[in-house]
C-alpha cells in the first residue's frame, strides 16, 4: 500500500520523501486546491519530479479546482506539460476538464473533490479513462470495503491531517458567505470559527485532524491502494514526522519503535485528534477550540505562580515549549528550564488551567535533517493550447420552470406555475408523483447528496443527480444535474438531459458558456443555497449564528445528512429576461423546508416576471441576495 504524502513547498518535498513517503502531491502556481500554499513553478515541477524519481519517489500534481471556459487552454496546457515532463499522475475535480485531456497518457486521479462514493462511482471512473479515485472522507470502513470490492480503479483514502466538516467539494459556505471559494482553492475556512446554536456557543463546524495509523492493517487488507496525508500548508518537520509514522506503520513496525516521531507529530501540529468516519457515523467535530494548539498534556493547579510538572499526564524535558490557556483564551506561553515545579514567569492567576506542549528542541534536529531545500530547475516549456469550440447558435428562449419542494403543501403552492417538480425522496414521494401527473407537469425525484444512501425505492422517471455515482446509476432514466455536479464550464459532459450551472457563476461567466454548450441548462434563481451538507450526527436543526449577527438555517433530513443554508435568499427575479436571452432552458427555483405562503408568492412572480412583488418576497424572506451574478468568484 502506497503513502502518499504532502509537498507543499521544496522544503516539504524533501521532508516528506526523507520521511519515507512512496508519493508526493504538490501543486502548481494555478489550479490547485491549495492556492495560498507556496505551490511550485512549472520549472519547480519539472525538477521536484527529477528529485524524486531518484529516490523512488512518484510525484502526483494537483489540478483540482473548477476551471473557467476562459482559463481551460491554460489548464490543459499545463497537464500536457506535466505529461511531457513525466509526472506520474494529475488530480482532477473538473469535470470538462477531465474530457478535455482524456487523449493524454499521464495518468488521471479523481480528487475527492470530485465526490467519488461508492462502487457506481467507481464504475464511472473507470469509464471515464480514470485510474485511481480518492474517495470521499465520509465513509465508514465498511462502506469503503464495500465500495471497492472489485474496482477496476485503484483507490485511494486520507489517514491523516484536517478534515472537511462538509461533503468535499460541495462546501460554498466561504464562497457564497465570504466571496473566497473552496473550490478555487481559496477556502476561507468559515468551519474554523465560532458560532452559537440554540442558546449554546462552540466550534461546531470544526473537525478535529484525521488520525488513522491504527488503520493501516484493515485498510491494506480490504485492498486499498494509498493512503495520503493532509497537509501541503503545514510545516516540512510536520511532512517529515507525518511521512515516517505511517511510513514505518505501513512496513510493520510496532508503535513503540516510531513513538518519538508520533509525538513530536502530535507536537508539531495538533487542534484534537479523530478516527474520522473510520469506525462509524460519530461526530469528528472537536467544540472546543479550533486552532493547533500543539500536545496535550494535561490540567494543573497553578498556585502563587506555580505548578508541578509531574502531575501532568505526558512527560516535560528541558527547553520544551508549554502554552497555558483558560478556556478560550492563551493565557501565555515559555519554554521550560529545570524540571520539578515550574515558575511560570509572567502574572498568572491562581486556578486550574489547560497545559499544551507546542515546541520540543528535537523539533528543531528534524529541520536540520531534512535541511536546506533542494534546488529545483527545469526547462520544459509549455505548449500553447488554443481551444477550438464550436458555438451550438443558442438563441433566446422562455426557460421552463423548475421547483425544489420537499412537501405537499409546498408542491399545491407551486402547482398551477411549475413545468417540473424536483421531490426530495421522502415519505411523500409517491403522493407528489401522483400530483404531478394529474396536474400535467413533469415529477422529478431529488436524490439524496451522499451516494451511499442510494439503496432506495425510486420511482421510475427523471432524477436529480448529486454526484457521478448517481449519474452512473441511473444512467438510463432522464437525469438532471444538480448545482452540487459543479458545472462551470462548457466541456462539462452533455451526457445528462440537463445540467444546472454552479451557483459561484457570475453573469459573464453564465452566458460564456450557454453560448458554447450544446446541453440543456438550468439556472439557479431563487432560495437559500446549500452552504454545507454534512454526514456529522452532531450539528442538530436549527440556526447558526456567527459572530457577525448572521443567522444560518440548518435543517436534518430523513437520511442522516444536515444541511447549513445561506444567511438570505437568493433571488434573480430582476435578471429573468437576461437569463432568458442567453438561452437558459430552466429557471430553478429552491423552495424546500419553507411555508406554502412564500411558495405562493414565488412561484406567481417568477411565472408572471413581476417585479413588483420582489419587495413582498424581501420582507417573507427577512433579506435577500444576488449570489455570484453580480460580483463572481476569483
Same mark, same amino acid.
Given at each position: 500500500?502506497?503513502?502518499?504524502?504532502?509537498?507543499?513547498?521544496?522544503?516539504?518535498?524533501?521532508?516528506?520523501?526523507?520521511?519515507?513517503?512512496?508519493?508526493?502531491?504538490?501543486?502548481?502556481?494555478? $489550479?490547485?486546491?491549495?492556492? $495560498?500554499?507556496?505551490?511550485?513553478?512549472?520549472?519547480?515541477?519539472?525538477?521536484?519530479?527529477?528529485?524524486?524519481?531518484?529516490?523512488?519517489?512518484?510525484?502526483?500534481?494537483?489540478?483540482?479546482?473548477?476551471?473557467?471556459?476562459?482559463?481551460?487552454?491554460?489548464?490543459?496546457? $499545463? &497537464?500536457?506539460?506535466?505529461?511531457?515532463?513525466? =509526472?506520474?499522475?494529475?488530480?482532477?475535480?473538473?469535470?470538462?476538464?477531465?474530457?478535455?485531456?482524456?487523449?493524454?497518457?499521464?495518468?488521471?486521479?479523481?480528487?475527492?473533490?470530485?465526490?467519488?462514493?461508492?462502487?457506481?462511482?467507481?464504475?464511472?471512473?473507470?469509464?471515464?479513462?480514470?485510474?485511481?479515485?480518492?474517495?470521499?472522507?465520509?465513509?465508514?470502513?465498511?462502506?469503503?470495503?464495500?465500495?471497492?470490492?472489485?474496482?477496476?480503479?485503484?483507490?485511494?483514502?486520507? &489517514?491523516?491531517?484536517?478534515?472537511?466538516?462538509? +461533503?468535499?467539494?460541495?462546501?460554498? /459556505?466561504?464562497?457564497?458567505?465570504?466571496?473566497?471559494?473552496?473550490?478555487?482553492?481559496?477556502?476561507?475556512?468559515?468551519?474554523?470559527?465560532?458560532?452559537?446554536?440554540?442558546?449554546?456557543?462552540?466550534? %461546531?463546524?470544526?473537525?478535529?485532524?484525521?488520525?488513522? &495509523?491504527?488503520?493501516?492493517?484493515?485498510?491494506?487488507?480490504?485492498?486499498?491502494?494509498?493512503?495520503?496525508?493532509?497537509?501541503?500548508?503545514?510545516?516540512?518537520?510536520?511532512?517529515?514526522?507525518?511521512?515516517?509514522?505511517?511510513?514505518?506503520?505501513?512496513?510493520?513496525?510496532?508503535?513503540?519503535?516510531?513513538?518519538?516521531?508520533?509525538? +513530536?507529530?502530535?507536537?508539531?501540529?495538533?487542534?484534537?485528534?479523530?478516527?474520522?468516519?473510520?469506525?462509524?457515523?460519530?461526530?469528528?467535530?472537536?467544540?472546543?477550540?479550533?486552532?493547533?494548539?500543539?500536545?496535550?498534556?494535561?490540567?494543573?493547579?497553578?498556585?502563587?505562580?506555580? %505548578?508541578?510538572?509531574?502531575?501532568?499526564?505526558?512527560? &516535560?524535558?528541558?527547553?520544551?515549549?508549554?502554552?497555558?490557556?483558560?478556556?478560550?483564551?492563551?493565557?501565555?506561553?515559555?519554554?521550560?528550564?529545570?524540571?520539578?515545579? *515550574?515558575?511560570?514567569? /509572567?502574572?498568572?492567576?491562581?486556578?486550574?488551567?489547560?497545559?499544551?506542549?507546542?515546541?520540543?528542541?528535537?523539533?528543531?534536529?528534524?529541520?536540520?535533517? #531534512?535541511?536546506?531545500?533542494?534546488? +529545483?530547475?527545469?526547462?520544459?516549456?509549455?505548449?500553447?493550447?488554443?481551444?477550438?469550440?464550436? *458555438?451550438?447558435?443558442?438563441?433566446?428562449?422562455?426557460?421552463?420552470?423548475?421547483?425544489?419542494?420537499?412537501?405537499?403543501?409546498?408542491?399545491?403552492?407551486?402547482?398551477?406555475?411549475?413545468?417540473?417538480?424536483?421531490?426530495?425522496?421522502?415519505?411523500?414521494?409517491?403522493?407528489?408523483?401522483?400530483?404531478?401527473?394529474?396536474?400535467? #407537469?413533469?415529477?422529478? =425525484?431529488?436524490?439524496?447528496?451522499?451516494?451511499?444512501?442510494?439503496?432506495?425505492?425510486?420511482?421510475?422517471?427523471?432524477?436529480?443527480?448529486?454526484?457521478?455515482?448517481?449519474?452512473?446509476?441511473?444512467?438510463?432514466?432522464?437525469?438532471?444535474?444538480?448545482?452540487?455536479?459543479?458545472? /462551470?464550464?462548457?466541456?462539462?459532459?452533455?451526457?445528462?438531459?440537463?445540467?444546472?450551472?454552479?451557483?459561484?457563476?457570475?453573469?459573464?461567466?453564465?452566458?460564456?458558456?450557454?453560448?458554447?454548450?450544446?446541453?440543456?441548462?438550468?439556472?439557479?434563481?431563487?432560495?437559500?443555497?446549500?452552504?454545507?451538507?454534512?454526514?456529522?450526527?452532531? +450539528?442538530?436543526?436549527?440556526?447558526?449564528?456567527?459572530?457577525?449577527?448572521?443567522? %444560518?438555517?440548518?435543517?436534518?433530513?430523513?437520511?442522516?445528512? *444536515?444541511?447549513?443554508?445561506?444567511?438570505?435568499?437568493?433571488?434573480?427575479?430582476?435578471?429573468?429576461?437576461?437569463?432568458?436571452?442567453?438561452?437558459?432552458?430552466?429557471?430553478?427555483?429552491?423552495?424546500?423546508?419553507?411555508?406554502?405562503?412564500?411558495?405562493?408568492?414565488?412561484?406567481?412572480?417568477?411565472?408572471?416576471?413581476?417585479?413588483?412583488?420582489?419587495?413582498?418576497?424581501?420582507?417573507?424572506?427577512?433579506?435577500?441576495?444576488?449570489?455570484?451574478?453580480?460580483?463572481?468568484?476569483?
Amino acid at each position: 500500500m502506497e503513502i502518499l504524502s504532502p509537498a507543499g513547498s521544496p522544503e516539504g518535498l524533501a521532508a516528506s520523501i526523507k520521511g519515507g513517503c512512496d508519493a508526493v502531491y504538490l501543486g502548481g502556481k494555478a $489550479f490547485g486546491a491549495r492556492a $495560498f500554499s507556496q505551490n511550485f513553478s512549472d520549472g519547480e515541477i519539472e525538477g521536484a519530479v527529477g528529485y524524486a524519481h531518484d529516490r523512488g519517489v512518484k510525484v502526483y500534481v494537483t489540478v483540482n479546482t473548477l476551471i473557467k471556459d476562459g482559463e481551460m487552454g491554460e489548464a490543459v496546457s $499545463f &497537464v500536457r506539460f506535466l505529461d511531457d515532463i513525466g =509526472a506520474d499522475a494529475v488530480l482532477v475535480q473538473d469535470l470538462g476538464l477531465l474530457g478535455r485531456i482524456g487523449g493524454l497518457g499521464i495518468s488521471k486521479h479523481a480528487s475527492t473533490q470530485m465526490g467519488i462514493h461508492s462502487a457506481e462511482g467507481l464504475e464511472w471512473c473507470h469509464e471515464n479513462g480514470i485510474e485511481r479515485a480518492v474517495l470521499a472522507r465520509e465513509l465508514t470502513f465498511e462502506e469503503l470495503s464495500s465500495a471497492i470490492k472489485g474496482s477496476k480503479v485503484e483507490t485511494e483514502v486520507f &489517514v491523516q491531517g484536517a478534515l472537511c466538516f462538509c +461533503l468535499s467539494g460541495g462546501c460554498l /459556505f466561504s464562497s457564497i458567505a465570504g466571496g473566497r471559494s473552496g473550490n478555487r482553492g481559496q477556502c476561507a475556512q468559515p468551519c474554523r470559527k465560532l458560532y452559537s446554536l440554540e442558546g449554546k456557543e462552540g466550534f %461546531f463546524l470544526s473537525c478535529a485532524d484525521l488520525y488513522g &495509523v491504527d488503520w493501516l492493517p484493515r485498510l491494506e487488507s480490504i485492498g486499498i491502494s494509498a493512503v495520503k496525508i493532509e497537509g501541503r500548508m503545514r510545516s516540512h518537520a510536520y511532512a517529515y514526522l507525518a511521512s515516517k509514522v505511517y511510513s514505518m506503520a505501513n512496513r510493520g513496525s510496532r508503535p513503540e519503535e516510531y513513538g518519538e516521531e508520533l509525538g +513530536l507529530l502530535k507536537t508539531v501540529f495538533n487542534r484534537g485528534f479523530c478516527e474520522g468516519y473510520l469506525p462509524g457515523v460519530s461526530s469528528p467535530v472537536q467544540q472546543r477550540y479550533a486552532d493547533n494548539r500543539g500536545f496535550f498534556l494535561g490540567s494543573v493547579r497553578v498556585a502563587d505562580r506555580k %505548578f508541578e510538572l509531574s502531575s501532568l499526564k505526558e512527560g &516535560v524535558g528541558i527547553r520544551d515549549g508549554l502554552s497555558i490557556f483558560k478556556g478560550r483564551e492563551k493565557v501565555g506561553g515559555f519554554k521550560v528550564s529545570s524540571l520539578g515545579t *515550574a515558575t511560570v514567569p /509572567f502574572k498568572i492567576g491562581d486556578g486550574t488551567y489547560e497545559i499544551y506542549r507546542t515546541y520540543d528542541p528535537r523539533i528543531d534536529e528534524i529541520k536540520n535533517l #531534512v535541511g536546506e531545500a533542494p534546488r +529545483l530547475t527545469g526547462h520544459t516549456k509549455r505548449a500553447p493550447y488554443k481551444q477550438d469550440i464550436e *458555438a451550438p447558435g443558442r438563441g433566446a428562449r422562455e426557460p421552463e420552470l423548475s421547483f425544489y419542494v420537499s412537501s405537499m403543501k409546498a408542491l399545491d403552492a407551486v402547482m398551477g406555475h411549475a413545468d417540473r417538480v424536483y421531490y426530495d425522496v421522502c415519505g411523500s414521494t409517491a403522493a407528489a408523483e401522483e400530483a404531478c401527473e394529474a396536474g400535467g #407537469v413533469e415529477f422529478v =425525484a431529488n436524490l439524496p447528496r451522499f451516494g451511499p444512501l442510494m439503496d432506495l425505492d425510486i420511482p421510475e422517471g427523471g432524477v436529480v443527480a448529486n454526484t457521478p455515482d448517481q449519474l452512473h446509476r441511473y444512467r438510463d432514466r432522464r437525469v438532471y444535474g444538480s448545482y452540487h455536479m459543479n458545472m /462551470f464550464n462548457s466541456g462539462f459532459p452533455p451526457v445528462m438531459h440537463q445540467a444546472t450551472l454552479s451557483v459561484e457563476m457570475s453573469k459573464p461567466m453564465m452566458h460564456e458558456v450557454a453560448s458554447r454548450y450544446r446541453g440543456r441548462i438550468e439556472v439557479m434563481a431563487f432560495g437559500r443555497t446549500e452552504l454545507m451538507c454534512t454526514r456529522d450526527p452532531g +450539528l442538530a436543526t436549527g440556526t447558526l449564528k456567527d459572530e457577525l449577527g448572521h443567522e %444560518f438555517p440548518v435543517y436534518r433530513d430523513g437520511f442522516g445528512l *444536515a444541511h447549513v443554508l445561506n444567511s438570505s435568499d437568493l433571488l434573480l427575479l430582476p435578471y429573468l429576461g437576461e437569463l432568458a436571452s442567453m438561452g437558459v432552458d430552466s429557471i430553478g427555483i429552491d423552495l424546500r423546508k419553507r411555508p406554502s405562503s412564500l411558495a405562493k408568492v414565488v412561484a406567481d412572480a417568477y411565472r408572471n416576471r413581476d417585479l413588483g412583488k420582489k419587495g413582498r418576497i424581501t420582507e417573507m424572506c427577512g433579506s435577500i441576495n444576488y449570489g455570484h451574478y453580480l460580483r463572481g468568484v476569483g
